[in-house]
């Protein structure tokens, strides 16, 4: 042996160990302690082998040349200390390994590790000596050697033959062995053979064949090593693993004869069935023996020999996994040339008594009954098994094989083993049937049972923990079933994508999951665990739209995935949108969908991905910007009609699972396919912000696809989520402000937007979707007035906001109004109430009165202020006309019976004042309040009420126009000449209204002249209505045409005046209404002279004791300030002075129509002596009642010259004498008042009798009902007590 390996000892004898140890020992000593030894003294035993290791510098140096020997031999020296000091530190720490505690061993074993990379041949040496020269050692010791030569052996590059072989035997000798430790030392020595295997595995195998084919049953150790070469992914290449695997099915072959050797046979079965000292993981020796029996099985060709076996394996305990895991693999292995046998077997095992028994009801009674609990899970397992292992024929056996899946899925007991047993088994069929050929053309009878069973399983699975793999699982099996045929019918693949989606993505937060795993003896990796189980989710949705690449399915598949989009749970919404996303991109870079079809409601798409940019968590927002950047270039694609070929040159299909369900291709390792020039240019959509994707994108939708982008956002609007309904509306803004003028369908979108804005509780969301119906309006400003027309009745504050938004914009307000003009002017009758079906009528009359009342809302909005005003002329003249025919669809008198049922549909009362207030407001904001107030205070609103007194209702109105001299008054007759030429009698009608009482102001000549004037009345003696033709006939008679006339008129003022004083009541009430009407028609004339005696005999009536009179009496008063010209004031001046406190005193009169005319003649005495605060001074007479109203009132009377002053105290000191209680009460008062402020004037100008009276009011007034009236008086009869005790100066 010395000769034949001069570099290594291979050749030491036994009977020199001892002396080696103690030359060893000698070595060690000599190593360590060279400072006080002499190296040259010492006399060592040295072998042949160490005197060349030695002298190994030695042979090198020869090859150098002679003049460098010399030089080198310091060096040479240096090296063998060194080598002599590595090799005594491992001999050392090989001795130590016996005693040192388990950390000081991992530490030795790691030094020994380090030493071995750097000098592989000094460690296998040194441990060889130790074995050779300490034979005596412990079992435990040379276990602990082993375990290091093992790592050496493996950590070596290159094995020596001599070590090969003598480590060889080395390990033979003591796998076999029994000690104290059992397994582990036969299995650490075995580890050593197998290390071998790494360097010559041949040589290895050559040696366990001849000792696996003695036809004795192998020992333990031969199978561990057997096993771990079958198992190992390391050991061999792949060509290698093919020598090896075909070599042990050659083993195989040569076993057969042994299947019939009883004992043989025998104790392969109790070896298999022997239970391991643990049961969760299977020992290799085991593993092998399943897969070893399975080939000899394969390999027999007797049927009957391999049923017997096999039904002898199956009657075997089914408790273990492993077992049934081995089980499974025999029948799969023997199934491949044996499938009839292995069929036969399983059905027969499947309709025995003890399945039958564990099928319909197991409760174990002991511990044999446990042996049968799971054997339906063994058959589930071998089916999977045969069907991986039969590859080209199992085609037609598939159908069977699933229905018996199936259908110990359903009747077994459900449980953890029992779902994992069936999914490992169905992931072996569909890999087995993925590599058959013409898998794809076959048609399949069971898929759907099969598919219903995964979602059933999936749906079990607890929704709060993710401990297993069943869920990946489950989703690579609908992967694969996907690709079968018969397609998979939309219901049931509608119930697959919602049972996948629910189980995956309503999981709790992986912090919580992880939580629940915390007290597992070996918890999972839950992020691992979590991410392949979306990617099989994600692989799922790709087998899907691959099989078949159309636009509609991909909105079939994303329509099930907004659900989630929208949830209200961050997690969940960050889960869809990455699913979302990933298959985005895959169909970006693979181009599967055709360029031909169109996409099916992409915008939809569109307008989720762009709120969920909006969400408050940073990995949604960069999911959903990403996938709406893959289906922009996704549209570019289509758009342009490209395909992408796929980036490896193979078909576009995906790659399988691995058999453990793990998809080769998925959202970690999907590469973008190499872009050309042109795509290039196209990739800056990814470097841009989330508002600019949508923006680019939009640009590339159609008509229809923008409206479900519209859609979608109008929906976002009602979330509850804050930032939906923001990113909602500023989608809805940019769709509109960027494509708002070729949208088609506004109706509908302005309805959708209505009925969400009650939801937008966020003023900046809100702010945004109205300002969207701004930008809408600017080219649809039709529609929307339209649409918004129907849904204003009744008018609510949110549509009132889309009508502020609709005229937010100066131009388009101006429109709107017009728009509503002209609505407002379709006023055709209601449709009778036998008419069964709508008529476009009715909806127009709807619309009609729809217009009055937002014309009457409008005028107090900020944002059609100018638009009203600029409008005015218009909208008076329409509102006049509309006020008739709101009459006109209120007759008056009881309605028939067939129009009881239309009365709901029909606000008449509310269209009677809504009408009449629409005019009321256009005179009060656009600044005729004077004209409002003429009417307000007379209480003429009120013939406006019915259709008799309506005429006369507008003519005071037009005479209110004429006496405030309107500026409008031009514009408005420009504007009602047309409407004289009207179809309508109603706008006729209201023309030559107005335009009579228009005759008495100088403003008509400038529009009219006289002739003109006398021409268009003419016209109206022609006119169809009666009424038309009577007010044309007055006009003419007007004083325009007859100047003549105001002569005669002055001059029957004179007997009309003397008839006052007439008995009757009724005659004096109608001359008082002839001299009224009289001062009316003598217009701008006026009555002259006669003014001041119809005021003095006006007024000696303001205190008749006949309500009737003193109201006559006071309207006359009225008529004729109001009439009167400012060149006649210097007359009435001291009779309005005279009048103003009767007047006031009057406001309080207990007549109610006294009261009106008192109000009416106060003002205009007011306006005739041109007061400050005439607005103030109109609001306070119409609608003010308290303290302040009298104290303004007063003011206005006492604080404006001394002369007014006394006139106004002395008429009030008067009134004190008056017969009327009321009037004396309300002077007292008024003196009151007066003495609070001006004491000492006030006492001036009384006498005692005044003084007495004045005490005896105050006195009387103390026992008034009311109680702000006492409390005046009691305080002001001290008042006056305490000033009249004074001393007058």
């Not at 380090?114 to 460690?123: D, I």
């Not at 014309?855 to 107090?860: K, V």
């Not at 509102?879 to 008739?884: A, N, V």
């Not at 005439?1174 to 009298?1190: D, I, K, P, Q, V």
Request: charged fraction near 20%.
């Amino acid at each position: 042996m010395d000769g034949q390996c001069p570099e290594r000892p291979h050749s030491r004898t036994p009977t020199g160990r001892m002396s080696s140890a103690v030359s060893q020992n000698s070595r060690i000593s000599l190593t360590v302690s060279t400072s006080t030894k002499d190296s040259s003294c010492v006399k060592l035993p040295q072998d042949s082998a160490r005197r060349d290791r030695w002298s190994h510098p030695t042979t090198i140096l020869l090859h150098k040349s002679q003049s460098s020997q010399a030089t080198l031999m310091p060096q040479e020296h240096g090296m063998f200390m060194a080598e002599a000091y590595s090799a005594a530190t491992c001999f050392k720490m090989l001795q130590d390994m016996n005693s040192a505690d388990p950390f000081h061993l991992k530490y030795i074993i790691k030094k020994i590790k380090n030493m071995a990379h750097g000098s592989p041949k000094m460690v296998m040496e040194t441990i060889h000596d130790y074995f050779i020269d300490n034979p005596e050692i412990s079992s435990r010791h040379k276990f602990r050697l082993f375990q290091a030569l093992e790592m050496v052996i493996r950590a070596s590059d290159v094995l020596e033959e001599t070590w090969e072989k003598t480590f060889t035997r080395l390990a033979l000798e003591n796998m076999t062995k029994a000690t104290e430790l059992e397994d582990i030392y036969q299995d650490a020595a075995s580890n050593v053979l197998v290390a071998i295997c790494r360097h010559s595995w041949r040589a290895v195998v050559q040696y366990l064949e001849t000792e696996l084919l003695t036809g004795v049953f192998p020992h333990r150790s031969l199978l561990y090593v057997m096993g771990v070469l079958s198992s190992s992914e390391e050991l061999f290449s792949q060509e290698d693993k093919a020598c090896w695997e075909e070599q042990l099915i050659q083993m195989a072959i040569k076993s057969v004869p042994f299947l019939r050797t009883d004992v043989w046979s025998k104790e392969l079965l109790w070896t298999l069935t022997t239970p391991s000292w643990t049961q969760q993981e299977q020992s290799p020796e085991k593993a092998f023996l399943f897969t070893y029996y399975g080939l000899i099985l394969q390999a027999e060709k007797n049927g009957a020999t391999v049923r017997r076996h096999l039904q002898a394996l199956l009657e075997t305990s089914h408790q273990w996994p492993k077992q049934r895991e081995g089980m499974a693999l025999t029948l799969g292995l023997a199934a491949t040339h044996h499938l009839d046998d292995v069929w036969a077997v399983l059905d027969q095992f499947g309709r025995s008594r003890p399945i039958r028994w564990s099928l319909h009801s197991f409760s174990p009674k002991n511990s044999e009954d446990l042996h049968w609990k799971w054997a339906s899970s063994t058959i589930l397992l071998a089916y999977g098994q045969v069907a991986a292992k039969a590859r080209a024929h199992i085609l037609p056996w598939v159908d069977n094989i699933v229905s018996r899946m199936v259908f110990y899925f359903h009747y077994s007991s459900r449980d953890e083993t029992l779902k994992q047993s069936f999914l490992t088994a169905t992931l072996m069929l569909m890999g087995a049937v993925s590599r058959s050929e013409g898998a794809h053309s076959y048609e399949f009878s069971q898929t759907s049972e099969l598919l219903q069973c995964l979602m059933v399983l999936m749906e079990k699975e607890p929704q709060d923990t993710l401990c297993t793999r069943s869920r990946q699982q489950a989703m690579h099996i609908a992967s694969s079933l996907c690709k079968l045929r018969p397609p998979i019918d939309l219901e049931r693949k509608s119930q697959l994508l919602s049972t996948c989606f629910r189980s995956v993505f309503a999981l709790p937060l992986l912090d919580a999951l992880e939580k629940h795993t915390c007290l597992f003896l070996e918890p999972p990796n839950i992020q691992s665990l979590y991410s392949r189980t979306t990617e099989a989710l994600d692989l799922m949705l790709q087998s899907l739209i691959m099989q078949n690449p159309t636009a509609g399915e991909l909105h079939f598949l994303l329509s099930h995935l907004y659900i989630w989009l929208a949830s209200e749970k961050a997690h969940e919404r960050q889960r869809a949108v990455h699913s979302c996303m990933i298959l985005l991109k895959f169909l970006n870079h693979n181009g599967y969908l055709d360029p031909k079809e169109n996409f099916k409601r992409i915008g939809q798409l569109v307008g989720i991905l762009g709120m969920l940019c909006q969400d408050p968590d940073r990995a949604t927002q960069r999911c959903s910007l990403e996938g709406a950047s893959h289906l922009y270039q996704l549209l570019m694609r289509h758009k342009a009609g490209e395909t992408l070929q796929a980036e490896s040159q193979a078909p576009k299909e995906l790659s399988q699972a691995h058999s453990d369900g793990t998809p080769l291709w998925n959202s970690r390792d999907q590469k973008a396919t190499p872009l050309g020039p042109q795509e290039m240019a196209k990739n800056h959509i990814f470097q841009l912000c989330s508002s600019q994707v949508i923006k680019e994108i939009m640009q590339q939708l159609t008509l229809a696809e923008l409206n479900d982008l519209i859609w979608t956002a109008i929906d976002g609007l009602g979330s509850t989520s804050l930032f939906r309904m923001q990113a909602a509306s500023e989608m809805l803004l940019t769709a509109i402000q960027e494509h708002g003028a070729k949208l088609k369908i506004v109706s509908s979108i302005a309805q959708a937007i209505r009925l969400r804005l009650s939801s937008v509780h966020n003023p900046q969301a809100q702010e945004k979707t109205l300002h969207a119906i701004t930008l809408l309006a600017r080219n649809h400003t039709r529609e929307l007035v339209a649409t918004f027309l129907d849904i204003s009745i009744p008018l609510d504050s949110h549509t009132f906001q889309l009508w502020r938004a609709l005229g937010a914009e100066q131009p388009t307000s101006h429109l709107v109004l017009t728009m509503l003009l002209a609505w407002l002017q379709e006023r055709p009758l209601p449709t009778g109430a036998s008419d069964s079906s709508p008529c476009p009528k009715e909806k127009t009359y709807l619309r009609s009165l729809a217009a009055m009342n937002m014309l009457r809302e409008l005028q107090f909005a900020r944002e059609f202020k100018q638009a009203v005003q600029e409008a005015y002329p218009k909208l008076f003249l329409a509102l006049l006309t509309q006020k008739h025919y709101v009459l006109e669809l209120n007759p008056p008198g009881e309605p028939q019976p067939k129009q009881q049922a239309r009365e709901a549909a029909m606000p008449s009362p509310q269209s009677c004042s809504t009408s009449l207030e629409a005019l009321k407001r256009l005179l009060s904001t656009t600044g005729h309040w004077h004209d409002f107030a003429h009417l307000e205070l007379q209480g003429s609103w009120e013939l406006f009420a019915t259709i008799h007194t309506y005429p006369k209702g507008v003519g005071l109105l037009a005479r209110a126009m004429v006496h405030n001299h309107c500026r409008q008054i031009t514009v408005v007759l420009r504007q009602l000449l047309p409407s004289l030429q009207s179809p309508e009698e109603r706008d006729r009608k209201v023309a030559i209204l107005i335009l009579t009482e228009f005759l008495y102001s100088p403003a008509l000549l400038e529009v009219l002249p006289k002739q003109a004037a006398l021409t268009v009345l003419a016209q109206g003696l022609h006119d169809p209505s009666p009424e038309v033709r009577v007010l044309s006939l007055q006009g003419l008679s007007n004083i325009l045409f007859h100047p003549d006339k105001g002569s005669l008129l002055r001059g029957q003022l004179r007997p009309f005046l003397d008839g006052f004083f007439q008995s009757s009541e009724q005659v004096i009430l109608c001359i008082m209404g002839t001299v009224s009407d009289t001062l009316h028609r003598l217009g701008a004339q006026g009555a002259g002279s006669q003014s001041l005696s119809v005021a003095i005999s006006a007024r000696s009536f303001f205190n008749d004791e006949r309500n009737r009179i003193r109201a006559a009496a006071m309207g006359l008063f009225g008529d004729l300030v109001a009439a009167t010209a400012d060149r006649e004031l210097s007359g009435l001046r001291t009779q309005v002075h005279q009048s103003m406190v009767p007047l006031l005193l009057h406001l309080k009169d207990q007549c109610p129509a006294v009261a009106t005319q008192a109000k009416f003649a106060f003002y205009r005495c007011a306006v005739l002596l041109r007061w400050r605060l005439l607005h103030t001074l109109f609001c306070t007479l119409a609608w003010e009642r308290g303290l302040s109203a009298r104290h303004f009132l007063w003011t206005c009377l006492m604080t404006r010259s001394q002369e007014e002053f006394s006139i106004h105290l002395s008429q009030a000191l008067s009134h004190l004498h008056s017969h009327s209680r009321h009037i004396k009460t309300w002077a007292a008062l008024f003196i009151g008042h007066t003495t609070c402020y001006h004491p000492q004037a006030v006492f001036q100008m009384l006498n005692a009798v005044d003084t007495n009276l004045l005490f005896c009011t105050f006195e009387r007034l103390k026992s008034d009902p009311e109680p702000s009236i006492r409390e005046f008086a009691t305080g002001q009869l001290s008042f006056l007590q305490k000033v009249s005790a004074r001393p007058k100066q």
